[in-house]
C-alpha cells in the first residue's frame, strides 16, 4: 500500500459479543461504507473520497479482506478445537 506504516499512538479495543454486526453499505453514486457497530458504538470505514476510489483505497480493502477472512479462520480453528465444543476453554 502507499501508506506511510507508522505505529500507532493509540488502541481501541471493541469486543465482538452478542448484537455485534458488521454490514457493508454500497452507494450507486458514492464510495461504499463498511459500518462495525458492537453494542452503542458504531465505526464506518469508507474511502478517502465520497466521489471516487483511489488504487490505495483499493489496496486497503483487498488487505481488509484478507485480513477479516484470517482472522475469521483463526476464530473458527479456536471455536472447533476446544475439547468441549463450545468454544470455551476449561467450561
Not at 480493502?61 to 484470517?70: G, V
Request: proline content about 5%; cysteine-free.
Amino acid at each position: 500500500m502507499g501508506r506511510q506504516k507508522a505505529r500507532p499512538v493509540s488502541t481501541i479495543a471493541l469486543k465482538v459479543g452478542q448484537g455485534a454486526d458488521v454490514r457493508n453499505h454500497p452507494y450507486p453514486q458514492r464510495s461504499p461504507v463498511l459500518g462495525l457497530v458492537f453494542g452503542g458504538t458504531q465505526v464506518l470505514v469508507t474511502t478517502s473520497a465520497n466521489d471516487h476510489v483511489t488504487l490505495d483505497d483499493v489496496e486497503f480493502a483487498r488487505t481488509l479482506a484478507r485480513e477479516a477472512a484470517m482472522f475469521a479462520g483463526a476464530v473458527e480453528r479456536m471455536f472447533h478445537g476446544l475439547p468441549n465444543g463450545l468454544g470455551v476453554a476449561g467450561q
